[in-house]
Every structure is written in structure tokens, then in C-alpha cells.
């Protein structure tokens, strides 16, 4: 158990950050002779950062093959005291869940789950309370010893019970060591160098002050001789020569043989399982994830169903509702075109349920994949597929009531063909908002950008641009605005579904 103790700002997150190989890939060093192209960092090492980011459900992390995954992921909860709250949802703002620390319990189980034997944790104690913080570094305390790993904690202030759990100190100030070696000598060294921890003084709190220009004269024990501020560099170039510094250097300098190092302690694989496993887990948790969420789901087929009580109830009655369709005159015609974008335009519409489920997931979705739990397209291919027989379950049932209700050509085969083309297009509508919360991924971006593309799909989506181009006057349109309609995708669905029932036999005597 290593503790990382510094001043803010001063460089502890990068250099966790290193360890993982998260802040370039092109950095460059060697761990026992091994390159850090021969081994997989970042699931050699297992980073856990300052934020706990889930989402409401436990995430357990699928990195190890065979029966033995449940066993350790029992092990896990119950090492982390997490057995009172296992089937808890994680919760969030609005959500009531587990506690803060049970969160961070459950962020740091997420990733000892894994092969990885060094734990880097960046910040434990962020939103924690100090009896919080000293619980569960007991636990990794216990965790850590018994099954013979590694951790390297980051805490900035941490309480003296806290302090005592940690077996080595790494204290880094303005961006250097100042000291690396078992906490016991920590004190004996800065007492070489002239400077003493008051007896009712936390260690750690002395450290992080008595390499301060501001409060380090306080702790200057040398009566016989003047006090000057010692530097940074001074306690860094002097621990080389303390006892403890001579002897990480002599380590240092011994060469390793990395023939004689244990090929299970450098993962050279990037994912735990094979892809179909990978693909399988993450099917498993998109339709947990969509059960937990049966809300929204069933929020957008009441608003479908609201939909069709607005097309053919008072205002549709008047507009799309036929008792009797007249299809003699293209004035018909184009009062039909209205009752397709209406159709277009609701099942478009649905989509955009995707902004904030996705913007939602995204943080979620970063965590998992720079610590390679998941590739990328096993975590979208579930969200997409899945989503199919909503897709299917929302058009159907819009279809099937409005079709005739609206007059369209009662041909079996031109339903078919609608009914295909709005789930074309109700996929489509899906995949570009997940396209464009992915892209801005922030919530309120996210929602203007929708609101903009709308607009500009609306505008060039065939009814009106499309209604000139059935006239032949599409060169009125100006030419900085014709490529919107090209480029409209629900321009090609608009036209599309017009085309299929304008080619109907009921539309056969209307005349040029």
C-alpha cells in the first residue's frame, strides 16, 4: 500500500496518469526492461479517477474468462463491504441509490475485477468524509495483502488513522520526489535535513507544509544554525543521499532480467474475453439498462399514441382524416404529401430521445473504454440492434392506425412499403442524434445542435423543396440552399413514401 502524497497542482494525477499510459501514446519508458509497447498498460494497471461515474445499475466488469469471474466478483463485494447494498441501483441526482461512499466502493470494485495488480487511485477521499476515506482504505488494505498486489493512492490531506494504513509514502512536490521509501523513515529523514513534526501534528499534514516557502520555517529544530528556506530541488538531490535513497538507487541500477519476470504480471491482451463474449456482456447490460429504463420507452409510445389523437381527432379531422378521399386533382395530391410529412415528421420526431439517453451514457461509455473493458463497437452494436424492435413497435402501431384513417392507397404491398420506410427512417432519426450527442456531448450544445439540424431537415425535407421539384421548379430554389435537399435524408424518406402511394392504382385517372 503506497501512499502519493503532494500539493495540489503539483503533479500526481499525471503522474498516475503515466503509470497507465493514458496521457500520450507515445510515451516512452520501461518497466523491468519491458517496453511500453510490449504489454497492455491500462489493463496491466488499473486506474480509478476522482469522479464515480455509473450508471444506476452496478456495473461488473467482464475481464476475466470462465467460472471464475462470479467468484471473484463475489469475493470483491464482500471485501469491500458492498453486501447490504449489491442489489441497490448506484442512483444519481435524481435517483435515490447508494451512498457516496458505497459509490466509491463500487467505482473502485469495477476495477479490481479485472487481471490488473497495481491499482492507481487519483484522489480517493473526493466527496468523502475521513471516516468514509479510513473504511475503505481498510478494505483495500485487507484486499491488497491478501491477494498480493499493489496500490498507489493518491490522498491530499488524509487523517492520521488514514496515514497509518499506507506501508510506503511517495511525497512529490513541484513536480519532483522528495521522498519515495516505507513510511516509517519519512520523519527521520526530514528531521536530517533540520525539520521536526510536532507531536500533535499529522504527518501528513506536515508534509505538505514543510516544503512550503510559507509555512516551513516553523518546523526548523536547528537552534545552532540560522534558518534558510530549503528547496525543493535541496530535499530532492539530499534524499539521494539518505539511506533509503541509496538503496532505491542501488536497486535501481541493478539491470533486470525480464526473461526471469512473470509473463501473468504484464497483460499483453487488450480485451479479457473473446468478441463474442464481449459482444454477449454488453447485450446483457444495454437490456438490463433498457428494463431499468421502460419509462422512456413507454413514454414514447403514449407520445406516438398522442400523435394519432392529434391526427385524427379535432385538427385531423379537418386536415388528414378521410371519410371520403378525393384523388381526382393534384391539389388532392398535395394535400396527401401533407399527410406523409405529418407521418415523417412524428416518427422523426421520436427520435430525440436519443440526445439525453446518450449524452447520459457517454461518461460512462469513456471510463469503459480507456481502461479497454469493451471496445467501442461491442458497446454501440446492442445499443443499435436493441433498439430495432422498438423502432418497430412505435411505426407499427402508427401505421396501422393511420394509414386508411388517412386515406392512403389500400394496396397490402404500398403498407408494407411504408411501413419499411418509416422504420427506415425512424432508425435513421435515432442514429443521427446519438450521432450528434456523441459529438457534442454536453446537454445543452447537444440540444441546440438537434434543434438547428431539425430545422434545416424540415426545411429541405420534400414538402416544400420537394413539392417545386414535382413541378419542375427546382431551379427557383437558390443554389446555396439546394444542397440541403440533396443532402436530407428526410427529403430522400419523404419523397420516397409520396412516390409509393402516388404509384398506387387509386391515383391512376388523376390527371397532369
Known sequence: MTLLLGPPSFGKTTLLLALVGKPDRD????????????????????????????????EQAASIEGQETNIIADYIIKILGLEICADTLVGDEMIRGVSGGQRKRVTTGEMLAGPAKLLLMDELSTGLDSSTTYQIVKSL?????????????????PAPETFELFDDIVFLSDGQIVYQGPREHVLEFFKSMG???????????????????????????????????VTVEEFAEAFLSFHVGRRLQNDLEILFDKTQSDPTLLTTKRFGVKKMELLKVCFSKELLLMKRNSFVYIFKLVQVGVGLYNAVSFPGS???????????????????????????????????????????????????????????????????????????????????VTYYL???????????????????????????????????????????????????LFANCGINVGALSFHHLVDEVGKWWIWGYWISPMMYSQNSIVINEFLGKSWNHVLP
Open 406 to 456: 388517412m386515406g392512403m392507397d389500400p394496396d397490402i404491398i404500398r403498407v408494407l412499403k411504408q411501413f419499411l420506410l418509416l422504420v427506415l427512417t425512424n432508425q435513421m432519426a435515432s442514429a443521427l442524434f446519438r450521432l450528434i450527442a456523441a459529438l457534442d456531448r454536453e446537454l445543452t450544445i447537444t440540444i441546440t445542435m438537434a434543434s438547428f439540424f431539425m430545422l434545416v
Open 27 to 58: 510515451l516512452k519508458g520501461n518497466i523491468h526492461g519491458h517496453e511500453m509497447d510490449d504489454f497492455v498498460a491500462q489493463r496491466t494497471a488499473a486506474y480509478i479517477g476522482q469522479n464515480d461515474i455509473h450508471i444506476h445499475i452496478p
Open 141 to 157: 488494505r485487507q484486499y491488497i495483502h491478501i491477494l498480493n498486489r499493489t496500490a498507489f493512492i493518491s490522498l491530499l490531506q
Open 195 to 229: 525539520f521536526k513534526c510536532p507531536a500533535r501534528k499529522g504527518v501528513a499534514y506536515f508534509l505538505q507544509e514543510v516544503t512550503s516557502k510559507k509555512d516551513q520555517r516553523q518546523y526548523w529544530t536547528q537552534t545552532d544554525r540560522a534558518y534558510s528556506f
Open 318 to 400: 379537418t386536415i388528414f382524416l378521410r371519410t371520403e378521399m378525393h384523388k381526382k386533382t393534384v391539389t388532392d395530391g398535395i394535400v396527401q404529401m401533407g399527410a406523409v410529412f405529418f407521418s415523417v415528421f412524428m416518427i422523426m420526431f421520436n427520435g430525440l430521445v436519443e440526445l439525453g439517453m446518450t449524452v447520459f451514457k457517454l461518461p460512462v461509455f469513456y471510463k469503459q473504454r480507456d481502461n479497454l473493458l469493451c471496445p467501442a463497437w461491442a458497446y454501440a452494436l446492442p445499443t443499435w440492434i436493441l433498439k430495432i424492435s422498438i423502432s418497430f413497435t412505435e411505426v407499427g402501431l402508427w401505421v396501422v
